[in-house]
């Protein structure tokens, strides 16, 4: 029997937890056991949702978490408990929803409080250990909610989550609405927050290989070129961070997320092979630098890096005027300074965090300012393995090996699958995350997805894949409920939908309809066509209706064709003619 009047976070198998453990909260992990005791007490839940590298979490968890007073509090009214969003996306997923119809925004730490039966109450992402101004501290909220159950307990509902189709678009119409959206002056989408939009980048870069549209190219080279030229990329080590507070893309969220190494990798060796720039081939190059020397750990790829060291956020990648001066000579100062916003003043917090000014080769001193760098105290890493995320950066370096001519990045990509296989697939389901020499059994549909979409790839190059993709479909159709796509099935929790939006990475959804195409596509199925959905939100869904409607070569032959001799938007398969399919129409190839 767990005693629930401790902090039990000691036990977890999750980064994030752990990083409670000395909290004065009871926190609990979430269970079913958990959820029992809840309703046998009588007492509320408040479960708090977040990851290892939140910097908001952070600090939460040293003012609000830390003060006794709010401590005890909440340990007298509620059952409180913790959730790490990466381990469990269902439980965040629903509980962001709910917080985004009550709120119309969200993010994390994501804290929601709960009736025993787990009804939704009241939401809000960060508060204070004291009040300032507007801003009121955690506790007089939690006392608030905890009033407004007592009065209300009888008449607090279920929050039903709906499966809400985006609607349906014309092709001809998607490159227009995306235009509304982008921002003619910075690149990127809006005026405030700049996350990279990945998925979007790659519908036009696909879109670009059918029809050279002005626009798309405008907004891709436009966006592209501020992601590596500002202050999103890591100039150093390669990278880049999660996003950027302000529309110019110079001071980002100092956070390194492995979805989004991956994903910009796509992107960037897409953007090679159709744009041409050399570039982009450099900055796609340097991310698998990062990758290799961030993330890889035992043939696989840790989850994120932490955007703070020390309790200092971006301490570890910014640089003071003086610092610069003392370690550059005064000859590399002056180069460096040519390419590179250097004020005294700096551009963070009085320091420097590097900006580009020009595409001038630097590489000596910027190796040289690396090697400093890495003497430095390190932010600290979520060292968990997720299964679906490492199979979106084993699709993107396929891509990689593809598009900039680099075969061993494919074949690194194969062996980061053999070995995804090796640790989550025992032989009826796959594994979600992996910790501390534990793995989770829970399955999802993402991680079913990206591996299906990932074993398609290889098998165009190999059909040794083809048993493997047979057995990757049926466990992605296992997650379709009455022609409705479920993201989990949890013993502990209800049933989740899958999402249908890209942010930031690929949507369940979306990935779950490109692997089943290209699949079907591979083997000579019928794949049946879909409907383009609300682009900004469905653009990797739409890559796959690319495919649907002929907008993909799909090429036919004996032996596998250099990808160097393809088109970027191309599907190969083996067979006895060598024909290319595209547009409705079939015809010998070359």
């Known amino acids: 029997m767990l005693d629930v009047k401790r902090n039990n976070l000691d036990r977890s198998l999750s980064p994030y937890l752990i990083q409670h453990v000395s909290n004065p909260v009871w926190w609990q992990e979430w269970s079913t056991e958990i959820i029992n005791e809840a309703v046998r007490e009588n007492k509320p839940l408040f479960v708090s949702v977040g990851y290892a590298t939140c910097h908001w979490c952070h600090v939460m968890a040293a003012g609000a ?59 809000l992402t960060f508060a204070p250990a ?31 989550e709906n499966e809400e189709q985006p609607g349906v678009v014309a092709e001809e119409s998607i490159v227009k609405k995306i235009s509304a959206y982008f921002d003619h002056d910075n690149g990127g989408f809006g005026n405030r927050q700049k ?79 159709v ?49 610069l001066k003392k370690v550059l000579s005064p000859g590399e100062f002056k180069k460096f300074s040519d390419s590179y916003q250097i004020e005294r003043s700096g551009n963070f917090e009085g320091k420097i965090h590097l900006i580009r000014k020009n595409d001038n080769d630097l590489s000596e001193i910027e190796n040289k300012l690396l090697r400093i760098r890495k003497l430095r105290a390190q932010p600290e890493s979520d060292n968990k393995i997720l299964c679906g995320l490492n199979a979106l950066t084993a699709i993107a370096m396929i891509q990689a090996g593809r598009y900039l001519e680099k075969p ?10 053999h070995s995804l296989m090796d640790l989550f697939w025992d032989g009826k389901t796959l594994g979600h995350s992996f910790y501390n020499g534990a793995t989770q059994k829970q399955s999802f549909l993402f991680d079913a997805a990206a591996m299906l979409t990932l074993i398609s790839m290889l098998y165009e190059n190999d059909g040794f894949w083809g048993a493997m993709m047979d057995t990757m479909i049926a466990c992605v159709l296992s997650f379709k409920d009455s022609g409705k796509w479920i993201e989990s099935r949890a013993e502990d929790f209800q049933t989740v939908y899958a999402s249908w939006s ?89």
């Open 65 to 123: 978490f830390s003060d006794k007073e709010t401590a005890d509090y909440l340990n007298k009214h509620f059952i409180c408990i913790k959730v790490d969003r990466e381990q469990r996306p269902d439980i965040d997923k629903l509980l962001m929803n709910f917080l985004t119809v009550q709120s119309g925004s969200g993010g994390w730490p994501l804290n929601v409080f709960l009736t025993p039966e787990v009804h939704p109450i009241f939401a």
């Open 408 to 417: 061993l990045y494919e074949e690194k990509a194969s062996k980061i699958t």
């Open 275 to 323: 744009i041409k720039k050399k570039e982009y081939m450099l900055m796609a190059d340097n991310i698998i630098r990062c990758l290799e020397e961030c993330f890889e750990q035992n043939g696989l790829f840790i989850s994120a890096h932490d955007a703070d060291t020390g309790h200092v956020e971006g301490a570890a990648y910014t640089w003071s005027y003086d610092e």
């Open 195 to 273: 996350f990279p939009p990945h998925s979007t980048l790659l519908y036009l870069l696909y879109f670009i290989c059918v029809d050279n549209n002005a626009d798309a190219v405008t907004i891709c080279v436009k966006t592209l070129d501020a992601m590596r030229l500002r202050g999103l990329n890591d100039h150093l080590q390669g990278g880049i961070f999660r996003y950027c507070v302000g529309p110019e893309w110079s001071i980002p969220h100092f956070e390194k997320m492995l979805y989004d190494q991956a994903m910009a990798l796509w992107c960037y060796s897409l953007a090679y092979k």
């Open 130 to 160: 004291s009040s300032s101004g507007s801003m009121k501290s955690f506790l007089t909220i939690a006392g608030k909610v905890y009033e407004y159950y007592q009065n209300n307990v009888d008449k607090i509902q279920q929050f039903e």
């Open 502 to 590: 890209d942010n930031p990475i690929p949507s369940s959804i979306g990935l779950a309809e490109m692997g089943l195409t290209r699949a079907a596509m591979l083997t000579g199925k019928p794949a049946g066509s879909k409907q383009y959905r609300q682009p900004l939100q469905c653009d990797f869904f739409n890559i796959t209706e690319m495919i649907n409607n002929g907008l993909f070569h799909i090429i036919t032959a004996e032996n596998i064709i250099p990808w160097s001799k393809l088109q970027p938007n191309t599907l190969q398969k083996r067979g006895k003619t060598e024909t290319d399919c595209y547009k409705g129409t079939c015809k010998m190839f070359g």
